[in-house]
């Protein structure tokens, strides 16, 4: 279903790798997700970094919205070296 989404709207090369990874992606952690865990696009995961977003945004409103963007997407994630060197060769 996310491929068949994702190839509609692929319309070069460059498009298609970028598809293609993302499908590789979710379905190589979906494999690992147990009935009862939440996955980052859950309802109730989305909710609760929309918060932490409203959060950085009190915090740091002079600094502008990208920056806040950037610092809600670190707030979910701990990249290791490794996990760096096995998702992110170019």
């Known amino acids: 279903m996310l491929g ?6 692929a319309h070069d090369e460059l498009s298609r790798r970028v598809a293609e990874r993302a499908v590789t992606f979710v379905s190589e952690q979906s494999q690992s997700v147990g009935a009862a865990e939440h996955l980052p696009s859950s309802t109730e995961c ?7 977003g409203k ?5 740091q409103s002079r600094s502008g ?4 963007v950037l610092g809600m997407a670190a707030s979910v994630v701990e990249p290791t070296a490794e996990h760096v060197r096995r998702h992110w060769k170019r």
Do not use: D
């Open 65 to 68: 919205f990208t920056k806040m």
């Open 46 to 52: 989305l909710e609760s970094l929309i918060g932490k």
């Open 4 to 9: 068949e989404r994702l190839a509609s709207l």
């Open 55 to 59: 959060r950085l945004e009190g915090q």
